[in-house]
């Protein structure tokens, strides 16, 4: 298969809900995360190698681990061991997610990198067994895959399809440095302890919001229980979400784990100006303006298929 190679295009998201319950024994928590994709990209590309081995390129490349530790090689580990296969193949990464920025960029990479090595492999997997790794791999991996709007309960693994009547607009505050998902999640133990954690269900106005497509009606619902354990932990958060509103976002909010930020727009014009008094500021290193829903991880580009 020399000169074989397939690529992968995935998607970004953001958690316009994430209602998060009490740890369970297991150490994880309950969720209710209403996903929705975000028209940021990595693009996976795979090709046969001699052994297994991860490159990457792109904004903060150098933060991304290219060792097994990488989601994207654990994904074609897996994969290769339920068929036998020796998982001899060069995983590349054009990375244009915000690392370690809660938005679910590793996860992207291991969706991606699931679906390539399973087309270069020739495997034909179906959706189902391809989601059942996505869910060994992670929580947020199988949202990946799938794409569009979905609300997924349990660890945020099982996943139901919502509808979604209309396109919103968004900017992307992208802050220095990371914040690490587990230490937030450790805040949140730390700053709920003692207290009653309802828990976790879905906004029935939030769904509702999402499937009219109005921004105006999503607005009042965005909700992250996560964001005050990840302004604990980055208390200069605070002014990069009220320098947004301020210039007439809609509604601000930490993306998932942080240190991302989410301002939601009523058009493209208005996200634009978002973006625009987010980068005179100062307070972030970058602003981002795109849309969703966006697909899941598509295949781009194949000359496996093409030869065949």
Known sequence: MSGSEVTV????????????????PDGFHDLANVFLAVGLYDEITVTPADELRVTCAGPDAHQVP????????????????????????HIHIDKDIPVAGGMAGG????AGALLACDALWSLGSSEVE???ICAELGSDVPFSLLGGAALGVGRGE?????DVGGTFHWVFAVADGGLSTPAVYAEFDRLTSGTDVPPPTADPALLTALRTGDPTALAPTLTNDLQPAALSLRPSLATTLT???S???????VSGSGPTTAFLTKDEESATTVADALLTSGNCRT????????????VVSDSVAETR
């Open 9 to 24: 295009r995935v998607p970004a998201k953001v958690n316009v809900q994430l209602a998060v319950g009490a740890a369970r």
């Open 66 to 89: 290219l060792d097994t530790t990488n989601l994207a090689a654990r994904a074609a580990l897996a994969l290769a061991g339920r068929h036998g296969i020796d998982p001899r193949v």
């Open 107 to 110: 996860s992207a990479d291991g």
């Open 130 to 132: 391809l989601l059942a």
């Open 158 to 162: 099982r996943l139901t399809p919502l």
């Open 243 to 245: 320098t947004g509103t």
């Open 247 to 253: 210039a007439g976002a809609l509604a601000a909010l």
């Open 287 to 298: 602003a981002r303006v795109t849309s969703s829903p966006a697909a899941g991880a598509r």
